[in-house]
């Protein structure tokens, strides 16, 4: 996706420069981004695998099993939500580290 838009006379103009963020930057930006994308993709389709698994495998009755799924859920929610913050607040550390 291009960062651009049209200025008074009709010329495209950059966003990012406009904002003083350099092709170095707006690129780091990307590649932190994708990388947060990617790693929340990995973690989640494990966890929904592995903890599906877990449970199938303790073959658990069904008043057990919701109760053991909406914990799934929980902890899924808190773990991924920890892991964002994470990764975030990685990524503007580096961000800072490069400007």
């Given at each position: 996706?291009?960062?651009?838009?049209?200025?008074?006379?009709?010329?495209?103009?950059?966003?990012?420069?406009?904002?003083?963020?350099?092709?170095?930057?707006?690129?780091?930006?990307?590649?932190?981004?994708?990388?947060?994308?990617?790693?929340?993709?990995?973690?989640?389709?494990?966890?929904?695998?592995?903890?599906?698994?877990?449970?199938?495998?303790?073959?658990?009755?069904?008043?057990?099993?919701?109760?053991?799924?909406?914990?799934?859920?929980?902890?899924?929610?808190?773990?991924?939500a920890l892991l964002i913050y994470w990764l975030v607040r990685h990524g503007f550390r580096i961000?800072?580290?490069?400007?």
């Amino acid at each position: 996706m291009r960062c651009t838009v049209p200025d008074a006379q009709g010329n495209q103009r950059n966003r990012m420069t406009d904002l003083g963020l350099g092709p170095t930057v707006a690129s780091e930006q990307k590649r932190i981004a994708v990388r947060i994308a990617m790693t929340y993709f990995v973690v989640s389709l494990l966890w929904i695998c592995l903890s599906d698994a877990a449970v199938m495998f303790l073959r658990i009755g069904n008043g057990t099993g919701l109760l053991i799924s909406i914990a799934k859920g929980t902890c899924f929610v808190l773990v991924t939500a920890l892991l964002i913050y994470w990764l975030v607040r990685h990524g503007f550390r580096i961000l800072t580290q490069n400007t």
